[in-house]
C-alpha cells in the first residue's frame, strides 16, 4: 500500500492524517496543540508539526506529504532566513488602519481588479503597511514574506537558518500555491502574477516572494526524499478534501467561520465582503470569513460552566428566537462585516428570556446568523447552491446541525467528522506523486430536515448593520 500525509496546520492545532493513496482510507492519524493569542513565533508551528508526525507514528512508511494551513499570516524573514519577529495571523486586528490607508491609495475597485479582493486586516499586506508604520526597523530587516504553510513547506524541505537546517537560508526556494497567494492581497487569480507594486506600497520595499506553483506540482522533496506537495490555504484544502463540486457550498465552523465555494471563473467584489480567491484545482474559491465562530461557543459554554454536549442539550431545550434573547457574537472584532473594532453585545434580555438554554441557542444563533448573511454574499456574486456542506470542529454539535437547518433557507448535509483540511493536502500528495488528482468518497453522517425560522435571523437583523 503507497502512504501519503496530509497535515492541516490550523489556527488552534497541527492534525496531520496518513492515507491510503489509492482509496484515501485513513490509515493513522496525530495532532499537537498551537499557543493561543494572534501573533506567534513561527517555531510552535515546527514543533507542532513535528510533534504530530510523531503522534501518528512517524513517516518512514509514506511517500508523499503535503501542508494546507491557516491563511495570511505574516511570516517575514531576513536575509538569514531567520524569523524577524511572532507572525501576526489571520485573525489579528491591529492592521485594520493599515487596511483603509491602502484603500484610500489605491482604491477598492482598483484592489479588487488587480487582486480580486479588497483587503481587510487579515490580508498579509496590510500586516506588512503596519510593520512599516508600526517597526520600521523590522520593516527595513525583510528580504522574504512567507505564509505559514509556505514557510513549513520550505522547512519541511531541508531549508532554514544555517545552524538550524541542512541546506540553508534560500529563501529563493520558498513555494507556495494559488490558494494561499491569493490572501496576500499582492498576487492576481486573474493573470497568476505578483502584483509587486503593491507589496513596495504596503512594506515600503520589494521582498523575494514564494514561487506559486500549480495545483498538480511538487515542492521539491524532504532531505530523506518524501515527495513535498504544493501545499494550500486551509479553505481551499478543504474544498479539494471534500471533492466539492459546483452546486456545494461550505460552510465551516472552527477558529473562523468561513461560507465559500468552488467556481470556474474568478470573482472580484468591490464591496470587499467576499474575497476573491483561487482554490486548489486551479479555479477559483470565492469566499466570506468571519472571525467569531466556535470560540464564541466555546465561551458562552465556559461562562455557563458546560461542555460540549451540555452545551448542545441546553440550547435544543430552548425555542427557535430564544424568546427574543439575541447575540452578536462579535467578541473578538469582526471582519465581515468590518466591524475590527467591534465587541460582542446581548440583546433581548427580560426576565422570562434569560435562561441557560435561551444563552446557549443565542450564541449558536447569532454565529451562524452571520455566516447566512455570508451564504447572501457569496450568492449575490452569482454562487447557487444545491446544498450546503457543514464541517469543521464544531459541525459535529448536534444543536449546530439541527439549528443550521433553522438559519439557512438551503438543504444542510454534515459529511463525517473528519480533518478535511489535512485530507486536502493528502489529496495533494497523491497527486504530486503520481500526477493526476485522485478522487476518493466522502460519506454524509446527517442532513437535517429543512426547518427555517426567519424569527432567528429577522431579530438578528434588528441590532446588526448587516
Ligand atoms: N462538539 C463541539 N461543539 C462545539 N464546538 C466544538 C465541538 N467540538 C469541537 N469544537 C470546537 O471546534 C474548534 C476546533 O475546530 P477546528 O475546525 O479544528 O478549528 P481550527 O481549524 O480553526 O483550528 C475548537 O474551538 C473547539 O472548541
Ligand atoms: O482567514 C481565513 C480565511 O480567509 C481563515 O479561514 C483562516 O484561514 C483560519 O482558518 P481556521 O484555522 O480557523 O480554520
Not at 447575540?327 to 462585516?337: A, K
Request: with cysteine.
Amino acid at each position: 500500500m503507497t502512504l501519503v500525509a496530509g497535515v492541516d496546520s490550523s489556527t488552534q492545532s497541527c492534525k496531520i492524517v496518513i492515507k491510503d493513496a489509492a482509496t484515501g482510507a485513513l490509515v493513522r492519524q496525530g495532532r499537537a496543540s498551537h499557543p493561543d493569542g494572534t501573533e506567534v513565533d513561527p517555531q510552535f508551528w515546527w514543533d507542532a508539526l513535528l510533534s504530530a508526525i510523531d503522534d501518528a507514528g512517524g513517516l518512514a512508511d509514506v511517500a508523499a506529504i503535503s501542508i494546507g494551513g491557516q491563511q495570511h499570516g505574516m511570516v517575514a524573514l531576513d536575509v538569514d532566513g531567520r524569523v524577524i519577529r511572532p507572525a501576526l495571523l489571520w485573525n489579528d486586528t491591529r492592521s485594520a488602519q493599515a487596511a483603509l490607508d491602502l484603500i484610500e491609495e489605491l482604491g477598492a475597485e482598483e484592489l479588487a481588479i488587480r487582486t480580486g479582493s479588497v483587503p481587510v486586516a487579515s490580508f498579509t499586506s496590510t500586516k506588512l503597511r503596519w510593520l512599516r508604520d508600526a517597526e520600521p526597523e523590522n520593516a527595513a530587516r525583510v528580504a522574504a514574506v512567507a505564509l505559514p504553510h509556505d514557510w513549513l513547506t520550505w522547512r519541511l524541505r531541508g531549508y532554514g537558518p544555517a545552524d538550524e537546517s541542512s541546506l540553508g537560508p534560500v529563501l529563493e526556494e520558498l513555494t507556495t500555491d494559488r490558494s494561499d497567494a491569493s490572501g496576500t492581497g499582492y498576487w492576481s487569480p486573474a493573470s497568476g502574477e505578483y502584483d509587486t507594486a503593491i507589496l513596495v506600497r504596503a512594506l515600503g520595499h520589494s521582498a523575494i516572494l514564494p514561487r506559486v506553483l500549480g495545483p498538480a506540482e511538487s515542492a521539491g522533496t524532504t532531505p530523506g526524499g518524501l515527495v513535498v506537495g504544493v501545499g494550500a490555504g486551509d479553505n481551499a484544502g478543504a474544498a479539494l478534501g471534500l471533492g466539492a463540486m459546483p452546486g456545494d457550498v461550505v460552510v465551516s465552523i472552527g477558529t473562523s467561520g468561513t461560507v465559500f465555494a468552488v467556481t470556474p471563473e474568478p470573482v472580484a467584489d468591490v464591496t470587499g465582503t467576499v474575497a476573491g480567491f483561487a482554490d486548489a484545482s486551479g479555479v477559483s474559491l470565492p469566499l466570506v470569513a468571519t472571525l467569531n465562530a466556535a470560540r464564541v461557543l466555546r465561551s458562552t459554554a465556559e461562562l455557563l460552566g458546560v461542555d460540549n454536549d451540555e452545551f448542545s442539550r441546553l440550547a435544543l431545550e430552548a425555542a427557535p428566537g430564544a424568546d427574543g434573547l439575541v447575540l452578536v457574537p462579535y467578541f473578538e472584532g469582526e471582519r465581515t462585516p468590518n466591524l475590527p473594532n467591534a465587541t460582542a453585545s446581548l440583546h433581548g434580555m427580560t426576565i422570562a428570556s434569560t435562561s441557560r438554554e435561551n444563552l446557549a441557542r443565542a450564541a449558536i444563533e447569532g454565529m451562524l446568523c452571520g455566516l447566512a448573511a455570508g451564504l447572501d454574499a457569496v450568492r449575490a456574486v452569482g454562487v447557487r447552491e444545491t446544498r450546503l456542506l457543514l464541517v469543521g470542529g464544531a459541525a459535529q454539535n448536534p444543536a449546530i446541525q439541527a439549528i443550521a437547518a433553522q438559519v439557512f433557507d438551503a438543504p444542510v448535509v454534515v459529511p463525517r467528522p473528519g480533518e478535511y483540511v489535512a485530507d486536502g493536502a493528502a489529496v495533494q500528495a497523491a497527486w504530486a506523486l503520481t500526477g493526476s488528482r485522485p478522487s476518493w468518497p466522502i460519506d454524509i453522517v446527517a442532513e437535517p430536515a429543512p426547518d427555517l425560522r426567519p424569527v432567528i435571523r429577522a431579530q438578528y437583523a434588528r441590532y446588526t448593520t448587516s
